[in-house]
C-alpha cells in the first residue's frame, strides 16, 4: 500500500496518508480531514472547508427558491388586480362613469 506524505490542513505538521484513505485524523491535533483524490494528486481540506462549501450551495438553492416563491406571488398579486380592475372597468361602462386611477 502506498503512503503519501501531506501537511495537515490544520496544524501544518508533517503526515502520512495512506493511498486508499479518504478521511484522516491528524496524529498532531486531532482534527479530521478529507482526503481529497485528483489524478496523481493527494491533498488534505479541513471538514470545516466543505462544510462551508456545502453550507452556500445550500444558501444558493434556498435563494433560488424563494426568488421562485416571490415571482409566483407577483403573478397573483398582478393577475388579482387584473381581475379587480376589470371588474371596475365593466362597473364603469354600467354605470356610464369613469374613474380613473390617482398618480402614485
Known amino acids: 500500500m502506498k503512503v503519501f ?7 501544518g505538521a508533517a503526515v502520512e496518508v495512506e ?34 462549501d456545502v ?3 445550500a444558501n444558493r438553492a434556498a435563494s433560488g427558491l424563494a426568488l421562485q416563491r416571490l415571482l ?6 398582478e393577475k388579482s388586480r387584473d381581475q379587480e380592475l376589470a371588474q371596475l372597468k365593466a362597473a364603469d361602462d354600467q354605470n356610464n362613469v369613469s374613474v380613473k386611477p390617482t398618480p402614485s
Open 55 to 57: 453550507k452556500v450551495g
Open 72 to 77: 409566483n406571488d407577483i403573478a397573483i398579486i
Open 5 to 11: 506524505s501531506l501537511i495537515c490542513a490544520c496544524c
Open 19 to 52: 493511498e486508499s484513505a479518504n478521511l484522516y485524523k491528524c496524529s498532531y491535533c486531532g482534527a479530521q480531514q478529507v482526503v481529497e483524490h485528483s489524478g496523481d494528486v493527494i491533498s488534505l481540506k479541513k471538514i470545516e472547508t466543505l462544510l462551508d
